[in-house]
């Protein structure tokens, strides 16, 4: 059956949406504290954790259902059906700011929560004392949370507020912006293929069908941007080394080098000058006049293998115009953020021996031991892979995992904003 065909009976789907609004929901799993980092390597991420911090582990974490292709596309239709019933039912109220709600309280505004939470099934009506923020609001915010990649603490804290508040229309008009996106990507997925999703800021390697590893990754800045891409990754440098951007060159390091004359050195990084016959030659660094604006145009930095090496033991290659790819950081501590767009625009992955792995196993030679025995070793070396496997980029702010559970997360490059739906749904008859 075509797909057109099947939008057309949809409108028998959401007929059905009173019974399973209630799927809609998932169930935040234990958070954990974030680990501090090595103070020699804050220039990579000047950010400096909370030991307090604490994170979401996502449902689609545990899921093997994989976001793209028809197992991503259909829930996604069916989920825009029964937001269009709450849409038809009246929607939601908004819920006003103040002091945080929190487990034990008594507050005017609770039925209001209790009702937004009704709403998108995150947790059944109770009887008892409306304005109570008993157990039951308790878990039923924690699940809003954990499925709008937020801290699940079941804090009614100022973020949250503002996540319950956004109108059905929007969250509706998202899952139809995230539609578009998948149906353009659908057809071309071959067995096996590793999926980045830019705004879930996490990357899924697939292989028949079924999520094989699903790991958290690091994007861009918002001024730093992971772009959108589909390639096909065909070989991964073990103990890469790390050659500069000019932008990071003159943004990030010139600052430090000229702080700190000493700074190259002790990262391991070195100067590097074109010659003119095509080859390049170092530098003493203690030769240059880095006061001068330009100075990264006339040079090169590479920073070779080593601990602090800014792409950590690994680095995955795919051919593309924007000088993107993924790789390892020595700077782990982030993985345990729930927002994690700091890099500038390379995409680092958490447990990234895990995935380097995966992708060699076409690769006769290339076993695990023998991964992590030239990683051990600090040798570079150039792995292609014996068969190269697809690479997509998407930036997908809603998408349905297992079980029906309906996933949102923020616009962090206000992408969804500039984008038209194309994808026609119907219309839920009152």
């Known amino acids: ?28 799993s234990s958070a954990y504290a974030a680990s501090s980092y090595d103070s020699e390597s804050q220039w990579i991420d000047p950010w400096a954790p909370s030991s307090q911090l604490q994170v979401t582990t996502d449902p689609a974490l545990k899921s093997t259902v994989p976001m793209l292709g028809d197992a991503g596309f259909w829930p996604v239709v069916r989920a825009i059906s029964m937001y269009r019933q709450i849409q038809n039912w009246g929607g939601w109220e ?16 609770v039925p209001l929560l209790r009702k937004r939470l009704l709403a998108t099934g995150d947790m059944s009506a109770s009887e008892g004392d409306q304005r109570s923020f008993d157990q039951s609001v308790y878990d039923g915010l924690r699940r809003f949370q954990s499925r709008h990649g937020l801290v699940p603490d079941g804090v009614g804290g100022r973020g949250t507020i503002n996540a ?7 969250r509706i008009r998202q899952l139809e912006v995230n539609l578009n996106r998948l149906s353009k990507i659908a057809p071309t997925l071959g067995p096996r293929y590793v999926f980045v999703n830019i705004a879930g800021q996490e990357v899924e390697a697939v292989e028949n ?21 589909t390639s096909k990754i065909n070989f991964i440098a073990l103990n890469p ?43 003493d660094p203690s030769t240059i006049d880095w006061s001068d604006p330009a100075v990264t145009s006339r ?9 602090l090496n800014s792409l950590g033991t690994v680095k995955i290659n ?32 958490e447990e990234v021996r895990d995935l380097v792995a995966w992708l060699l196993e076409e690769t006769p030679g290339w076993d695990r031991p023998r991964i992590d025995r030239v990683i051990t070793s600090g040798e570079h070396m150039d792995v292609t892979l014996a ?5 997509y980029m998407l930036y997908l702010t809603a998408w349905v995992g297992e079980d029906g559970v309906v996933n949102f997360r923020d616009d962090i490059y206000k992408r969804d904003a500039r984008a038209v739906p194309k994808v026609t749904t119907p219309f839920v008859p009152n």
């Not at 819920?95 to 034990?104: A, N």
């Not at 600052?255 to 530098?283: A, D, H, Q, Y």
């Not at 068969?387 to 690479?391: D, E, G, L, Y």
Request: some cysteine; overall charge positive.
């Open 1 to 28: 059956m075509t797909r057109r065909r099947i939008f057309k009976r949809l409108g028998l789907i959401a007929m059905r949406a009173a019974v399973l609004v209630a799927a809609l929901c998932g169930v935040a």
């Open 318 to 349: 795919f051919p593309n115009t924007q000088a993107v790819y993924l790789h390892d950081t020595p700077v782990k501590s982030l993985f345990g953020r729930n927002a994690r767009n700091f890099s500038s625009g390379c995409v680092r992955v």
């Open 387 to 391: 068969k190269t496997v697809p690479i």
């Open 164 to 170: 319950l508040n956004v109108p059905v229309e929007k």
């Open 209 to 229: 069908g079924e999520v094989v590893i699903r790991k958290r990754v690091i994007v861009g800045k918002e001024d730093r941007q992971t772009p959108e891409y």
């Open 94 to 109: 908004p819920i006003p700011q103040g002091e945080q709600l929190r487990k034990g309280m008594h507050d005017s505004r």
């Open 299 to 307: 040079y090169r930095l590479r920073q070779d293998p080593s601990r």
């Open 241 to 283: 080394y790390w050659n500069v951007p000019l932008s990071i060159a003159t943004k990030d390091l010139l600052p430090k080098i000229k702080k700190n004359p000493k700074f190259l050195s002790r990262m391991g990084m070195k100067v590097l000058k074109p010659t003119g016959s095509g080859g390049e030659v170092e530098v």
